[in-house]
Structures are given as structure tokens and as C-alpha cells.
């Protein structure tokens, strides 16, 4: 397995804010998603749909609580 490789916070928000990252929200409940959510975050439910349009050039941060 690759090594995960930790970025800070303000990388990851920077990258949401300008469009070239996405922040997933690593609960398969929307309800935790919820309680869980992080401004600029998408569920997964909705990361799911959205793998097809995906360019190979989107970072793809997700996270869990």
C-alpha cells in the first residue's frame, strides 16, 4: 500500500475554495455525513455519482471523524 501522504488544512481549503480539489466525506451515511460535514465537503453518496466526469487531475481528499 502507498504511503498516505499528509497535506494541511489550509492546502486542502484553498483547493476546495479554487474548484481543483474535492473533499469527501468518508461515511456511506448520509446522516453521519451530516453530523460530520466540513464546510465544502460532499457525501460520498454524491462522490459516487460524480467518479465518471472526474478529470485525472482532481485531488480527491477524504476524510472520516
Excluded: H, N, W
Excluded at 468518508?26 to 453521519?32: F, H, L, P, S
Amino acid at each position: 500500500m502507498a504511503d498516505v501522504k499528509r497535506v494541511a488544512a489550509s492546502e486542502i481549503r484553498d483547493g476546495v475554495v479554487e474548484g481543483s480539489t474535492l473533499l469527501v466525506c468518508a461515511y456511506g451515511d448520509d446522516a453521519k455525513f451530516q453530523s460530520y460535514r466540513l464546510e465544502g465537503a460532499i457525501p460520498l453518496s454524491e462522490f459516487k455519482i460524480r467518479v465518471p466526469d472526474l478529470t485525472r487531475d482532481t485531488k480527491i481528499v477524504f476524510y472520516c471523524a
